[in-house]
């Protein structure tokens, strides 16, 4: 995969020009046949005049029209086909690339980054990059060719012809200038929109609450008053459309005033002014969409800081000193609450942290999983609220792997004695149940026991699950445990759990028990902890009372 | 068709908006008048040219036409543009309205399992009107005031010339015909386009969701490969649409040599033979030209606000046929409740397939609590005992059940589970503090008051509750600070909602105590609020730990959907088996 993101902007588009010369070179080639043909037909218009007064229709020569017409037709469809293509498949290729670096990335490296916010760039970002190379180079290409072939005609004809245009290009750049000006309020009632959008979605996922209470009107006029603040930004960022649109005509009317003068002036033929509001029509479209270049271009330059920022952003360096030191699991040594502690885990034993909430164990497996995926270990964490792909359960098991048939039997056997049997009549029929946005047709509990048959079918050493059978009760508990531990097939993992359950520090082999902003208190093997009297065992039974 | 046409015109009338309806009528009027001047004057331009001292005077009337024609087109889009504004605040504003006080739950039932997904009532709210919105930013009503003037234009040139303005009139209507039905191509394709988009979004959203959790476990680069495939897709389509967009906006560009070469054919017939006659035509076709060309695009723009406005029509009158309840309603919080009494006959959740035995049945429940006691739910997962509580609070509906309320000052209430307006009824006595309660991106004082009740009341509750509570001290925000649902734990949540309950006091609340998970200062905390709201109500809590329920009036042990045994801690211990081997399994 060709790397396309490290770019910054010029370069970018510098290089995204080489890389699709040919459809350019096409594209303006076609720019200027177009406008070519285009600039015939007010000599033509003005020809139909004159013939029309010195009465020499006959020598009219019709099936000219039609051959312009068909040239138009043909190359400005194909200019616009040239400049579009390229920069749609340039879209694709970034999006692609970003999820890519997403997906290689560390997750930490992007935490200051919502899911919204990664939407945002993926969709609307490259989405304002590709408006921006495919529209505003083709109306650059457009009115530089227009102004290159008019500009002669036009001299040609009359030299004072050409100051005629002054009062349209005037009003032109007026029109530019007031729709810039306007700009922010664009994007404020963008802003205020998603807020409002945000403002329903609560209301949604609190209507159950909202009804309750019978705070109904409390809220409804909240929400008018977010829907209000929107519809303003609405009407003031419409604001300078609506003065400025008209002022284009109004440019035009005033030209062709100056025009009319002209030709009075020098005594011409009111047939050159047919020539003349030729080229002003001519002239409007390149000249009109002049601000939205500026719009396009600022907005794929803001984009592309945006995309550049979390690009930035993904390619920190991360890795911490204490990295390098990694031998083997039960010699760790880590910061750990500000302090350097020492931390022994079992190789092919099952471990579990414990603590209170807030004691730092979902911290703790982060590092060592960071630490293991730096050390290129095969290993595999499941969070305590695991995410589900829109997709089949068997889909979110495997994760697009080949599943051969002892996985597929692990799997099955995984889905029975997890007590997920109950999705659906068959475990074939559970396999291809689709799991709906975020996993919401199955339930929170269902959704991490997923995730837990994930991390077993997939061939990894290490298995690290935080609070795992949190949302299980206990007798599901138990025969998962057991059925894990009988399996030949998981034998020689490691597994590291965090828990504060006692019945599953009951059936792990190994306890590690930390404290907030103390660290490691004690480690050691099951039996010997819950023997004696140890801070697990005091700590369990403060619970019980 | 009559009905749905008066709907549509209450919909879109505003009240007090005649003024602004007058300035865009006049606008509309004003413009017509120019365009029917504009030809007239034009020949006369250049007829002028010949003639001396005639030609200031028509400088100074085209200067005065092109004026009026910018001020008729500011006025007609402002006036638009405000009275949009309006439009949308209140189609918006009534279906949110409406929507909100509609009742939705599952279970079966007339509406019992009516209801819309969160992403259409999005869509029903925003989305559909947003649609008006962009034919206001793209200048699609534009078209009707271009039109104005442009028939208008057409009208009066026949005067002037009348096979050619005929033939032009005939020319341009065709072309507008023809465009209009090639948008019909159009509008499939770029819907195509759109259905991708959504696709890809959806896909993106998906994916991107899942990244940071699937980093850590092999995961074969499925979100890439995944998104690959829908980029590709969204590639192909949008391709397919610029061709035939491409291709379409050429042809009304191709449009000018068309109608002049028209010109010439019907130049036997039509007898011109001044040189100011073939301007103004010429100037008429340059004009028209560009309103000709935006017909098609403007025309599928309207059509889809037009959708957009239909389906907010639909969502209205679907929502109307719903419960709801009243904003204008009070309260209606029974003060003098004494006690409740609830039986439970049968409920059974809907089977999936029709045919499948029923999943699991809740049979045989009945219980008595009084205002200040508080009982205790326990027994395994399974047994029912969170069915038991959705149905007291209404969140699912069990027609086969009753429920009384006892007052000390009136005579008692019942509501029966099949009669949907005496179950909103009681469920304005019952609050639940549970951890999927939700919590605003509001200030806690608006998280815990919904706008409810007086400063002062707030103030003094705030301050008791300080007291009562170190916890909340500790936890740091104050209460004009803004909270973040995403910022807080489920615990946190729930004290949250718990807060709420104790200020919006209601005779009856429900409880679901979190399993695990809690610090120690925060579990006091809960515990502490409990007993605050337990002071005056009847609280309700499914409980997962001995101790929030040694001290209850009284203990339900469910199993198997069935009520097992009731009593205080005491005398289970004694007689329930069921009890012992929950009390063992949360402390062994």
Redesign the interface.
Known sequence: MISRLHRKFIPWVVAHSFEFWYYYLGALLCLYFLHYFQSV?PG??KD??DK??N?Q?KE?D?PK??Y???A???F???S??LF??PA??Q??NL??EM??R??R???KTYENFS?GN??QT??NDFNRLRGFIGFALLQVGNIIIAAMIFIPKIREFNDDFLIAFTPLIVCVVLFSVLILFFQPYVRKNMDA?AE???F?????????????????????????SY??TE??Y??I???G???S???V??G???S??WG??I??DQNL???D??FF??FL?LILEPLLFLSWIGIVTSQGYAAWGRIKKLVGSLEQDVREDWYQNYKNLDALTLPFWGKKVNLEIKNNAWNVVIG???SGKSYLIDKI?ELL?FSGC??????QE?????DTVGNNIF???DANPEKMDLAKKCLLEFGLEVLAPTLEEVLSLEVG??GKKVSGGQAKRI?LI??LV???DVI?WD?PF??V????ERQIIKTLKSDKRLRGKTFILTS????TVRSCDWIIFIEKGEGVKETGSRKELLSRDSLTNEYFKKQ?? | MNTSKNKWFEFIYIPDSKLLIFFILLALAGASVLGYYTPIVVSS??DS?QKDGE?MPI?WA??A???G??FA??VY??GL??YI?KL??QI??NS??KW??T??SIGKGKFGSHNYP?GE??AR??NDTEAV?EM??S?SF?IFIDFAFIVSSLISFIKLNTVSGAALIAAEVLVCVALILASKKMAKIYMAVRKSTGH???A?????????????????????????AS??D??KK??KA??W???Y???A??????L??L???V??YSN?????I??AI??LI?RS?TPIKEIASKISGIQRAKTGMDRILEFNSDLATMPK?N?E?E?FVIEDFKALEVEIFSFVYPAINENDPPAFELKDINFRGKAGQLVGIVG???SGKSTLLKIL?T?ILCPDSKIKIERERHPSIEFQGDNLEGIAQY??Q???VSQD??V???SLKFNIT???KSEKEFKEFWTKVNVEIPYLKKWGPRPEDVIKAKDL?M?QKQLV?AL?SCF?RKPIVLFDEI??????ELEEALRKLVLLIQEKSLTIIVAHRV?TILKSNLILVMKDGLLANMGTHAELMQIDATYQEFLA?V??
């Open positions: 037909l033509l218009a139909l005049g029309v007064m009465d229709l009219i019709l029209f039609f312009l017409a068909f138009i037709l043909i400005r469809t194909f616009r086909l579009f293509y749609r498949i879209q694709k999006r692609l999820m890519q997403l997906e990335a560390l997750p899911e990664l939407f993926v969709v929109y409002v959008q945000n329903v979605i609560e209301s949604y996922d609190a209507k159950k609450t909202i009804k309750n209470f019978h705070s109904e009107s409390s809220f409804y006029k909240l929400f008018q829907s209000a519809l303003r609405f009407f960022s419409g604001l459309r609506v003065i649109f008209p002022l005509k109004l035009t009317g005033a062709l005033i009319a003068m030709v009075k033929s009111g047939t002014l047919i509001s030729g029509y209170d909430t807030g999983a995926h095969s290993y595999s964490m499941i969070r695991p995410y589900l792909y829109n994760l697009g792997q946005e975020n995730a994930r991390s997939s061939d990894v690290i609070d949190s949302s009760d206990l007798l599901l504060h359950r006692f019945s019980m009372v | 331009l250049y040219f030609f400088i085209i200067g036409l092109y004026v024609e910018y087109s500011v889009q402002l543009s405000r504004q949308l605040q918006r504003s949110y309205k909100i006080l009742y939705e969160m009532v999005i709210i925003l919105i206001v930013s200048g534009k890809l979004n959806r993106v959203a998906n994916l991107s969701g899942g990244l940071r959790d699937t980093f850590h476990t092999p995961n074969n680069s499925f979100a890439s490969k995944a998104s690959e980029f590709e969204f590639l949008q391709l610029n061709v967009d491409a291709s906006f050429a042809i560009e191709s449009l000018f040599p068309i002049l070469a010109l010439v054919i130049f036997p011109i033979t001044e040189m100011a073939i301007a010429i100037d340059q030209i309840s904003m309603d309260q395994m997962s399974g609070s969140d469920k304005r019952v609050s639940i309660s939700h605003f991106s509001e919904f706008g409810e734990s615990g909602s709420r919006l399993s695990s998970g809690l610090d120690s101790e399994q402390s062994s």
